[in-house]
């Protein structure tokens, strides 16, 4: 039947979650395919509000298996705090399934995080990347390195401890670490635990694929924070792109059938790193407020701004887009006006549309150019049950002139709007809704 992939397209905390559980109803297996405990994908049940970090939210759906695929480095003491967490709230719905080719992250790396940062702080003042401190990059480190120890060695005793040991001696430098004999022993306890849940995940896709079984890829971080397409050094130490997705997964290109970008209808960043359209002050403050953007992960404060097309552009080259899903614009409705950056005037006077410069300096550098829009009404529960009642039709036609902006600007239909944090929050626009100002568009921008 399909494969589709959620690709965030900004710098993270798009919604990804909410859009991904709304679409799982739909798809019979979900799998996350790269990155661990650095996500945090936030889902609003009727019965209370879930943050997934390590598991696919396709766990929280009867019928449904959500897989932790061979593209993670998994934290596995994190992830049985996490299943057990929806099993004692009775959220558990679906099947778990644990990549073995998933590489685990230990608390050695956790240290290296911390450590690292202190080094790059230490060396330069403002040069810390603001990781989650998960161990995400030592974790990816060790596995291109062949330091890394799988998922299929926590459940083989002899291969764990040797695998344990050469990690160890690798680590030497690091303060604090764990005794070794201590790790050994609870991995191996905590292995037998998790041993009925780790298996092969590609045959288990595979048969998917030859059963018509449809299969939708629940990507972590975003487009931006891409390690080699996003604003290195201030990246993650994954590909969340779609290409990345297929990696992450064993599936092969030609199966994928629709990629699915999720952007805000403004921006957030989490970190350090260069973000041409945050804005400070108390616009920023209110989209913090209105917004929660607080990291689901670290509650660190997100820094806001405002929607920037040339990265969307980008990101849509990039990954491919077929459809966007655009998220939050409940948020912005209460302000006086909604900016959108569509290009950017270097510090030499060009102007730039499509590409954004390669190194992060440069990007720090741009000053953004916007359109300003007219903004839609406050997203009353009257205006929102409306909108369950009466769809597309309901939503105020300011709101439909943003969304056909933003398809005209990136060529991608915007298939789904998001206007509040609930399953139920969400409009399907229709399938190939115009991707630019033509007589189709008019009618449906209202
Ligand atoms: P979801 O899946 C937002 C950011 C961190 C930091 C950089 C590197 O919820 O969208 P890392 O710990 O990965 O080495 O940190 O990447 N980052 C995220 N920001 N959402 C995420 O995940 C993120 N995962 C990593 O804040 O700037
Ligand atoms: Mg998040």
Not at 66 to 81: D, H, K, Q
Not at 262 to 289: C, H, M, N, Q, W
Not at 336 to 344: G, S
């Amino acid at each position: 039947m399909s494969v589709a992939v959620v690709i965030g397209a900004q710098f993270g905390d798009e919604a990804k979650g909410k859009i991904s559980d709304y679409l799982a109803a739909n798809y019979r297996y979900v799998v996350r395919t790269g990155g661990g405990p650095n996500a945090g994908h936030s889902v609003h049940l009727p019965e209370g509000n879930v943050v997934l970090h390590q598991l696919a939210c396709g766990v929280l759906r009867k019928g449904v298996t959500g897989i932790s695929g061979p593209g993670m480095v998994v934290n596995p003491f994190g992830l049985e705090a996490e299943l057990q967490d929806l099993r004692e709230r009775n959220l558990l719905k679906g099947d778990v399934v644990l990549s073995d080719r998933a590489h685990l992250l230990l608390p050695l790396h956790e240290i290296e995080d911390g450590w690292e940062e202190a080094l790059r702080s230490s060396l330069a003042r403002d040069s810390a990347l603001g990781t989650t401190r998960r161990g995400i990059g030592p974790a990816y480190a060790d596995r291109y390195g062949r330091w890394g120890i799988r998922l299929a060695d926590l459940v083989r005793p002899n291969d764990l401890a040797s695998r344990l040991e050469m990690l160890y001696a690798r680590k030497a430098h690091l303060p604090g670490l764990p005794e070794r004999a201590d790790l050994q022993r609870s991995l191996t306890e905590l292995g037998g635990r998790l041993a009925p849940l780790i298996r092969p995940t590609e045959p288990i896709l595979w048969g998917a694929i030859d059963r018509d079984e449809p299969i939708l890829l629940e990507g972590a971080q975003s487009a931006l924070l891409d390690v080699d397409f996003g604003t290195y050094p201030y990246v993650t130490s994954s590909h969340p792109t779609s290409a990345g997705a297929l990696v992450g997964s064993g599936i092969p290109p030609a199966e994928l059938d629709q990629v699915i970008g999720v952007s805000k209808a403004y921006a957030t960043r989490v970190g350090a790193g260069p973000f041409p359209t945050e804005v400070e002050g108390e616009i920023g403050d209110y989209l913090r407020r209105e917004g929660a953007e607080r990291g689901a992960t670290t509650g660190r404060p997100r820094r806001c701004g405002w929607l920037d097309l040339l990265l969307l552009r980008y990101a849509t080259r990039l990954n491919g887009f077929t459809s966007l899903a655009i998220t939050k614009v409940d948020v912005l409705g209460g302000l006086e006006e909604v900016p959108v950056c569509t290009q950017y005037l270097t510090p030499s006077g060009e102007t730039l549309t499509l590409f954004p410069p390669s190194s992060a300096d440069d990007l720090a550098r741009v000053t953004p150019v916007y359109e300003r829009f007219p903004v839609w009404p406050a997203f009353t529960e009257r205006l929102k049950e409306r909108i369950r009642r009466e769809g597309v039709h309901a939503l105020p036609p300011a709101l439909k002139r943003f969304l056909g902006f933003i398809s005209e600007q990136t060529r991608v239909p915007v298939e789904w709007v998001s206007y509040g944090p609930r399953r139920d929050e969400t409009l399907w626009l229709g399938r190939g809704a115009p991707t630019h100002l033509g007589p189709e568009l008019s009618e449906w921008s209202g």
